[in-house]
């Protein structure tokens, strides 16, 4: 079966930082983009960023300079190193894989697999 399990999230204050994971298993996710997305009630499934599988990445203007994706693929986990954290980033984060390997997905509904959630909450 396989699986996306994301974890990290919390309470963090305006300006503190979190790193969220994502451990993959069922497949190994080496030659897969794989990204993050964000989620707060009543809205879409925002992007965040992206990791292509030639480690080329990808982020939304809202978090560019603050957020830093990364993968480890040995350990088959994709990471997302969040600084600078501000009240507007407060949401439920999913990881994702895409579809098909050795393809940069540029749209949502190209992920085919999904996590769970974790919430973050950054208090002002």
């Known amino acids: 079966q396989v699986q996306l399990v994301e974890s990290g999230g919390g309470l963090v204050q305006a300006g503190g930082s979190l790193r969220l994971s994502c451990a993959a298993s069922?497949?190994?996710?080496?030659?897969?983009?794989m990204g993050w997305f964000r989620q707060t009630p009543g809205k879409e499934r925002d992007f965040v960023a992206r990791?292509?599988?030639?480690?080329?990445?990808y982020y939304a203007d809202s978090v560019k300079g603050r957020f830093t994706i990364s993968r480890d693929r040995a350990k088959n986990t994709l990471y997302l190193q969040m600084n600078s954290l501000k009240h507007e980033d407060t949401a439920v984060y999913y990881c994702?894989?895409?579809?098909?390997?050795?393809?940069?997905?540029?749209?949502?509904?190209?992920?085919?697999?999904w996590g769970q959630g974790t919430q973050v909450t950054v208090s002002s």
């Open positions: 994702a894989a895409a579809g098909q390997p050795w393809r940069v997905p540029s749209s949502i509904i190209e992920y085919g697999t």
């Open positions: 069922g497949r190994t996710f080496t030659w897969y983009a």
């Open positions: 990791i292509s599988w030639s480690e080329s990445t």
